[in-house]
């Protein structure tokens, strides 16, 4: 079993940047693909960024956050991120953590919802005008 759990939420001002922290212990003996997905008030979940973390890496962003967050992770510290700089008041909602595996890096994105066995409870970011 895989506790995924994630930290860093918090109140920001539009312009603002926060860093979001992902640990999951046991993450490296079994899983190659961490995610990041948000939920707003009232919305559906939408995918947000995901990492391969096997040899190579490759990285997956949603257009609403490209050019504005990356996402990165150390798979042999069991550990991911999700900087966000610029952030908009559309980027408010609760954030998710989740992992799992993947046969080849170009199935790495959050797209395939499926592929994600262990998630987190999430933390929330709020962003303010």
């Known amino acids: 079993q895989v506790q995924v759990a994630e930290s860093g939420g918090g109140s920001v001002q539009v312009g603002g940047t926060l860093r979001l922290t992902c640990t999951a212990p046991g993450y490296s003996a079994r899983l190659n693909c961490m995610a990041w997905f948000r939920r707003a008030t009232g919305a559906e979940r939408e995918g947000v960024a995901a990492v391969w973390t096997n040899t190579g890496g490759g990285t997956y962003y949603s257009d609403s956050v490209k050019g504005r967050f990356t996402v990165s992770a150390d798979k042999t510290k069991e550990v991911g991120f999700l900087e966000m700089t610029n952030l908009k008041p559309e980027d408010t909602a609760t954030y998710y953590c989740?992992?799992?595996?993947?046969?080849?890096?170009?199935?790495?994105?959050?797209?395939?919802?499926?592929?994600?066995?262990?998630w987190g409870h999430g933390t929330e970011v709020t962003v303010s005008s």
């Open positions: 989740a992992a799992g595996w993947v046969f080849a890096g170009s199935a790495c994105h959050t797209g395939r919802v499926g592929a994600f066995n262990f």
